[in-house]
């Protein structure tokens, strides 16, 4: 079975393939194809692979490709882990914005609509590809922003793409782990848009165990969520948020928070993989032990930001090791394998909450077999939180009508209707200003 990584020169790559080579099971990958716009990080990104896989019987084959229809020709699954404009556009969204005294993050905010504005018509012609060179593989889009970008693809793909993220996965581990149960056993009853979304309980044995956790402030914190959010606060919601609603329920602590570090997300991950790439421009430099040492500065300074405005202090150790890799390859095992799972994924509604259109991609728990993801049956969320998740697919929307159509007008609107932005004005500074600084946004026109 051959699996395509798209951004396959991209850091976060050896934590897939190393996923893979503990795959023993019948059907399990065979080949790895790695493609990549720059040449160099592909070679960085293969001699580190091949450090994984030394002494590893029946390890996957690596290729690597800068051709994108080379690439995706006779995949069987297909990872889309592309960033356009790189972590310096990444930067370039967060000063940007922090400038006009808005959130500058890459998938929330300003920062989130420059970034989705450029990804969105290069996701879309891949998925055109997809659908012409390999119209039988599946799409698991890790891209962000998640939702966004995989409902774009949904376009060309249909249920044939699903989103996923592994912070929802990471909230229910959390969770379950500070109510004694083991998170395998545990139903997460989890529901709203990528980066956007609620725990609404959590059941172990058929019984919701949620409630005990809101009215222990112990238990409450004990866990990071709970820390960044505040216990009154978790009591007063009656619900556990993913971590990025600190975003939207604390947006003027974080502001000041990214305004007063010495340096924005972007900026410091865009300095550090410059210096992990450097490195491995030397042939004789061990690949993977520089790749361990810069993994692990990356996951602890982590919202380094909004635990510093929360007083949340630094993560803990069992939060260091990732995941979205192991979400991944628990999809692919189910669609190839036809192992019936459960996982929280981005998937078209289909009516799952009624206050979204069919199409509208969402992030909730889905049955996942060789059909693909099916979203469960979810209880409408609360007024307040039905009122965020409607206002930004409103956003998505507008930023993928923009991208659509190139009209600078619509980009506006999708500045100025987000509820971290709430001002016209600051919406045309911004639009004027990133298609200034971003190459990949001459279209808005």
């Not at 930001?305 to 991944?328: I, P």
Request: with cysteine.
């Amino acid at each position: 079975m051959r699996l395509t990584i798209l951004g396959g020169g991209g850091f976060r790559v050896p934590l897939v393939y190393g996923a893979l080579l503990t795959d023993r099971a019948e059907g399990r990958v065979t080949e790895v194809v790695l493609h990549d716009l720059d040449a160099g990080r592909l070679s960085a990104i293969t001699r580190v692979l091949a450090e994984q896989a030394a002494g590893v019987p029946g390890a996957p084959a690596v290729r690597a490709t800068t051709d994108l229809d080379e690439a995706l020709r006779g995949a069987d699954f297909v990872f889309s882990a592309i960033r356009v404009g790189g972590l310096e556009g990444r930067a370039l969204d967060e000063r940007v914005a922090l400038a006009q005294d808005v959130l500058g993050q890459e998938t929330v905010g300003a920062g989130g609509i420059a970034y989705g504005l450029r990804t969105v018509p290069v996701a879309v012609d891949i998925a055109r590809r997809v659908a012409r060179l390999a119209p039988d593989a599946w799409v698991i889009n890790f891209t962000n922003p998640a939702g966004l970008v995989t409902e774009a693809m949904s376009h060309h793909l249909g249920d044939r793409v699903i989103g996923i993220c592994d912070s929802p996965v990471g909230l229910g581990r959390r969770i379950a782990r500070v109510l004694g149960a083991d998170p395998r056993e545990a139903w997460i009853d989890y529901v709203g848009l990528n980066h956007l979304g609620w725990v609404r309980g959590l059941r172990i044995a058929g019984r919701d165990e949620l409630p005990r956790l809101l009215a222990d402030p112990a238990l409450l914190g004990s866990f990071e969520e709970g820390r960044l959010f505040g216990a009154a606060w978790l009591r007063s919601l009656g619900a556990i948020p993913n971590e990025y609603l600190h975003y939207y329920y604390f947006g003027r602590e974080a502001v000041r928070a990214y305004q007063r570090a010495d340096r924005t997300r972007g900026a410091f991950l865009h300095e550090q993989q410059a210096r992990f790439y450097a490195d491995l421009s030397d042939p004789d430099a061990p690949a993977l032990a520089a790749w361990n040492r810069t993994r692990a500065e990356r996951e602890a300074t982590y919202m380094a930001e909004n635990r510093e405005a929360a007083g949340a202090g630094e993560r803990e150790a069992d939060d260091l090791s990732g995941g979205y890799e192991k979400v991944a390859l628990a999809l692919m095992r189910a669609i190839a394998r036809d192992e019936r799972t459960t996982l929280i994924l981005n998937v078209r509604n289909r009516g799952t909450l009624a206050a979204l259109d069919a199409e509208a991609v969402i992030e909730v728990p889905c049955l996942a077999d060789a059909n693909g993801a099916h979203p469960v049956a979810a209880d409408p969320l609360p007024g307040h939180a039905t009122a965020l998740v409607c206002a930004v697919k409103a956003v998505e929307r507008e930023v993928l009508a923009a991208a659509d159509s190139g009209s600078r007008e619509t980009a506006v609107k999708a500045f100025a209707l987000h509820p971290l932005v709430d001002s016209v004005n600051v919406a045309r500074r911004l639009v004027q200003e990133y298609t200034r600084v971003h190459p990949g946004l001459a279209y808005l026109r």
